[in-house]
Every structure is written in structure tokens, then in C-alpha cells.
């Protein structure tokens, strides 16, 4: 590693680390395809693959757990001024329980070309709407200012993250939301502060194998840590047939397993689903988990590489 790319790497990871603020709250939608759309967790691959993508997915975890939560997310980037730069937009909507919290971000990235491998650093920005339906629980403690009455309120949020790539190898490091989100509740002797978001920090690699010319094999890992939290672990394969099909297998902590088939068809469009089914270990085998993503990719500007549109 040259010493000029040691050095920004060290430069950023220690501004990312020390930007950092715990609060105890809630936590950051579940993923099965972050390595198909690294984007929803890392804001340094905004136009990464040097074109226009697009997606849309579903997901709906727990299905008939009570309360269980579902997240719809879009999102859409492009790489610009030949590829050097990126620009994006997140937006989530993500509900458990009486819970429904809105989430949009602009995405921004710059690159730097470093002999055979590529650094990008990116930064997100937005607003984050709290939203909780308090009277349809029923509170043991109706003194409770925590509880009193419905909940809507709006924080801003930013984010920050970088990724080290190559034709083969994918690193990275992020933190997609910073800012300590606090609110008070109540006034006087029964006012008190409440925390509404916990700071998740992803760590996530990938190396792929061409096998031949028509079969790739990609094995990820993904570590996400939450403050006071044992560090949560995903391991992925998968098998990338001729550019156009894909399978694979995953596990969350070994308590949920799961498997993802993507297809791309008439080059630019892709479809993919997860299945999740988690262990005793977690909420048992009768709750599984379903996610679907439809996404668009697009070779827009002509310093975009039409190559990397049929790419998974």
C-alpha cells in the first residue's frame, strides 16, 4: 500500500471514528442484499460502478410476529465529471411495531485513483422523521411523559463512509448516521431526555473468484457493531452465472439462514429475492423473512462503462 493512500485511509478512518456519538435508541433497517446495492449502508459507493442505477426493494421480516418490521427503501445514484464523482438519494420508510420512521439523505463521493486500486470517500446528508402511535398501547404507566400522546419529530442526520476496491476486492468502512438524535419529553420534575437512534458501525469485504469465463463466485462478510452490543456477523456466497444469474447463501450469527436468486434480463433490469429463516436461536422458524429488490441500471453519459451494467 503506497504511503499517500496509508495515509488517507488513517486521516479518514480516525475523523469517522472520533465524528462518532453513542445514544441508546432504535436501530437500522436489516438488509439480506447490501452487497447487490451497498448504498443503504455505505455512502462512499454512490456511483461507484460508473453508471446510473435505481432500485426499489421490499422487505418484510418476521412475517406474522406481531409488530414485526417492514422497510421499503428506494434508492437511486450516478456516477459524474468522468467517473471522479457521485451523487445519490436515499429514501426509507421503516415500521415496528407502533413505530413508522422516515428517512432522507443526498449522497455525495469522490474517488481516487490510487495504481490498481480505487479509494472513495462519501458523505450522506438528510432528515429523519420519528414517528409513534402511543395510544393504540396500552401503558402500564400513563404518567409516563415518554408515552404521552403520539410522537412525530423530525432530526437531521449525516453519515459518512469510504470504500477500497478493485476489479476483485471490495472494502469497506462506514457510519450512515452520526448526529446524536435526542428529544426531551415532559416538563418540569417530570421532563426527560430520550434517545431516538443508536449509531451503527459496518465493516464489509468481498473478493471474487472467476472460476471460468462464465462463472463467478463472490464471498462477502458483512460486521455491523452497536455500542453495548456483541458485534453482529453476515457471511454471504455467490455464484454469478454468466453475468446474468445469480444464487446464493448467507447467515446472520448462525441464527438466520437464508438463501438470494437474482436474475438480470434485456441487460439493464434486474429482479432478486431473499429468504431469511431464522433459528430458535432468534424468533423461531415459523416467522420468516422475504425481501425483493427491482432495480435499473444505465450507461447515461458517455463516460459511463457500458460493461458494468450487466455486472452483479
Not at 436474475?263 to 431464522?278: D, G, M, N, R, V
Amino acid at each position: 500500500m503506497s504511503r499517500k493512500l496509508y495515509l488517507s485511509l488513517s486521516a479518514f478512518c480516525i475523523a469517522l471514528v472520533c465524528a462518532c456519538v453513542h445514544v441508546d435508541a432504535q436501530i437500522d433497517p436489516l438488509y439480506a442484499q447490501y452487497m447487490n446495492n451497498p448504498l443503504v449502508i455505505n455512502p462512499a459507493y454512490t456511483g461507484l460502478n460508473k453508471e446510473f442505477n435505481a432500485s426499489v426493494s421490499f422487505r418484510k421480516q418476521w412475517a406474522g410476529f406481531d409488530g414485526s418490521p417492514t422497510t421499503i427503501n428506494f434508492t437511486a445514484h450516478s456516477s459524474l465529471f468522468d467517473n471522479k464523482m457521485g451523487v445519490g438519494l436515499i429514501v426509507v420508510e421503516d415500521k415496528i411495531g407502533e413505530n413508522n420512521n422516515l428517512l432522507a439523505m443526498g449522497t455525495y463521493s469522490y474517488k481516487i485513483e490510487f495504481e490498481d486500486m480505487f479509494l472513495s470517500f462519501g458523505l450522506q446528508g438528510g432528515i429523519a422523521n420519528y414517528r409513534s402511535d402511543n395510544l393504540a398501547l396500552n401503558i402500564e404507566d400513563e404518567t409516563d411523559p415518554y408515552f404521552a400522546g403520539n410522537q412525530n419529530i423530525t432530526k437531521p442526520v449525516f453519515g459518512a463512509g469510504l470504500i477500497l476496491h478493485n476489479d476483485y476486492l471490495f472494502l469497506g468502512l462506514s457510519v450512515p448516521r452520526m448526529l446524536q438524535n435526542k428529544e426531551t419529553f415532559g416538563s418540569g420534575i417530570d421532563e426527560v431526555e430520550a434517545s431516538l437512534y443508536t449509531q451503527h458501525f459496518y465493516g464489509m469485504a468481498s473478493y471474487i473468484f472467476f472460476i471460468n469465463e462464465r462463472i463467478r463466485l463472490k464471498p462477502s462478510v458483512l460486521f455491523k457493531y452497536v455500542k453495548d452490543n456483541p458485534i453482529s456477523t453476515d457471511i454471504n456466497a455467490l455464484l454469478n452465472i454468466d453475468e446474468r444469474y445469480g444464487i446464493g447463501a448467507f447467515t446472520r450469527n448462525f441464527n438466520t439462514y437464508g438463501f438470494l436468486a437474482q436474475i438480470k434480463f434485456k441487460q439493464s433490469y434486474k429482479f432478486a429475492y431473499a429468504f431469511e429463516l431464522p433459528t430458535n436461536g432468534s424468533v423461531g422458524v415459523n416467522f420468516t423473512t422475504h425481501e425483493i429488490t427491482f432495480g435499473l441500471n444505465l450507461a447515461v453519459f458517455d463516460f459511463h462503462d457500458i460493461e458494468t451494467v450487466n455486472s452483479f
